[in-house]
């Protein structure tokens, strides 16, 4: 085959990757011109405005929420220095380890009317039952903001730590030479010109905030993902849930737009490497930015975890004294085993067609450069964006009419009905979480190839190296740390996922992030701090060493 032939290939084979999988968003959308079914007439007239006005007041809560954390984190970790500063630096990230939904199930059980807290509170002032205080509801719209809010603000810290710490002392010294005190360097100079990036975060924060199912419907929220759901099972209805999976395509969509009109006229530009200093800060000023930094990490990570590791040996010293051959009575040591093992085998499948179909496209890419491979690979990044529900229905419908299609055939031939062969079946599944994280391979390979320069190709090939010994013998040795980035980080997601999950496991199939769920919404969180544990402890992994990278120590400059 010569080299020509090659790239045609791996260009017609990366083309058909990314329709394959931009399919199922295809299908979401023809539902709109369908005919209704007699669901969404009454999805229209009842509920559908709360879905609307819920899921924009949640936005809003936690984009605003998540972009002063992460922002005023990010400043004051880039811009000052303090004892325990290197540490809270990479530890504000641990958060992205935590799902907004364990910590729903932790934070419930901290404060609800029977938790530790009230109880404190009754027995300390003597009141005898809710009426005679206000506390807040946990279980409520805006405990589900809390939540998400916790959970998702190191997007919005990662993105703007680095734009802060990229612009130059320069940027500061000419803002000096107009007079500019501390307050207006932040608000006129530094905040501007780091404005991509935090509004690149936040979208981020709104699109992981439409995509979330466990913490609306375990708090009771009526959002977009609920309404899916209950169109789904509830209502029996595949057309009203696609088109209410269409409207919130829509809400993406925008978010999107928000995202790419901040940044479409950002250009800055700085000839000058040296970064700026830190300023020492000492005494109450250090205790103050200690205080601002460990706040969002205490309520975002540590405070969930330690209520988990105390559900969960709670649980377990509590079977102990019962019983000895069951592992609490969330399930016995078999049960817990198979769970993990379903969790742990589909996670790596899935990381591993990933990262070998992420190489793909990026090389592709590389190879052949130009318009459709650029729209074809931009079009596949979309897929992080879509929430898991989306997803669902939008390969469900398809792959549903396909499979009846398949069984008639099969029937025909084999003279006896065989059932559904697709629907229910692990490969669905992977097809569904590789539409979800596919992007996340691919653009990490793609920063990989970035570093490779295309001299270094035309060196080896005028050395008499064929393609495949370009790609075996260069790229894959200098990919290797950006391949098992890109394969971690799928790894975990998948994990984490519970929406795309929920819809689309097959029948008596249980992963963590599922048995978790329903133990939670059978108000069994004591039960559940085992699994929920478990899904943490892995997270820990790549959200540690990618913390760890990207902090990078710089100077000090006195006061």
Known sequence: MTAPTRRAATFWLATGVAITLLLPVASVLTSIVQADQGAWQHIRSTTLTELVGNSVMLLTMVGLGAAAIGTGAAWITARYDWWGRRTLEWMLVLPLAMPAYVMAYTYTDLLQYAGPVQSALRETFGWQAKADYWFFDIRSLGGAATMLTCAL???V???????????????????????????????????????????????????????????????????????????WFAQGDRIAAAKLASMLLGFVAIVLLMESHARRRARFADAESRPARRTQLQGRAALAAFAACSLPLLAGFLLPATLLVRLAVGELMSDTDSTSDTFGSLFHPSDFAQLAWNSFSIATLTAAIAVVLGLLLAYAKRRTPGMVMTVANRAVGLGYAIPGTVIAVGVLIPVTALDHQLADAIGIVLGRDVGLVLTGGFAVLVYAYLIRFLAIGMQTCEAGFAKITLSMDSAARSLGASDREVVRRIHLPLLRTSLITAGLMVFVDVMKELPATLVMRPFNFDTLAVRTYHLAKDERLAEASIAALAIVLVGLIPVVVASRAITRPTGAEPR
């Open 153 to 155: 603000y190191p997007y």
């Open 157 to 231: 810290y990662l993105l703007a730590r680095v734009a802060f710490l990229e612009r130059s002392t320069s940027f500061i010294e000419v803002g000096r030479t107009f007079g500019y005190d501390r307050r207006s360097l932040l608000f006129r100079l530094t905040l501007p010109l780091a404005r991509p990036a935090i509004v690149a975060g936040t979208a981020l924060v709104m699109m992981e905030t439409l995509a979330d199912y466990g913490t609306v419907s375990y708090f009771g929220v009526n959002t977009f993902t609920t309404g899916i759901f209950n169109a």
